[in-house]
């Protein structure tokens, strides 16, 4: 068996998605539910779903530390939803403002600036990025149509180097078919 065993947050929202492409790049998904699940794990997926639900959840299932503890030790992806927990759980030194493009009806594709490179991105419900920290490298705008601001939104960003890098986008790159960030946070 080779490739990295990746925990997939595994309570609510787009969760056989992300498995499918981390199979799909030879790396092992592993739905995280419990506490014990999060044991041996060598990168960490946050899927997309609804924020307060995913909190909620967390909280019932006793696993807020266990996230955040696994988030700072391995390479860590949040999309949509995901990136929302990363900002609110502290470990993702941005602030994000919810549901920033408009309802499900306003869901959008776009090619987006990653890095040097580009990704095909979904868009929907999805945040944005009001905030970066010192230590937050921004990787994707998006002008959402124009429609949002004048200005180009923060729509990804990645904090930290090698094992404790962190990568969150607002929106889903697993809906595409594009597997450039998960490549970029497993590879
Ligand atoms: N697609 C998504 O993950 C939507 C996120 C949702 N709007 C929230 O604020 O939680």
Redesign the pocket.
Known sequence: MSGRVVGVLALQ?GVAEHARMIEALGHRPRPVRRLGDLEGIEALVLP?????TLHRLLTAFDLTKGIRDAARRVPTLGT??GL?LLATLGVLDVDVE??AFGPQADSATARLPWKHGSVVAAF????RVTRVGGGVRVCSTWQGGGRYGAEPAIVGVEQGEGEQRIIGVSF?PELTGDTTIHRDLLD
Do not use: K, V
């Open positions: 929202g997309g779903g609804e924020s307060t949509c939803a929302i919810r549901n929907i419900r999805a945040p889903h």
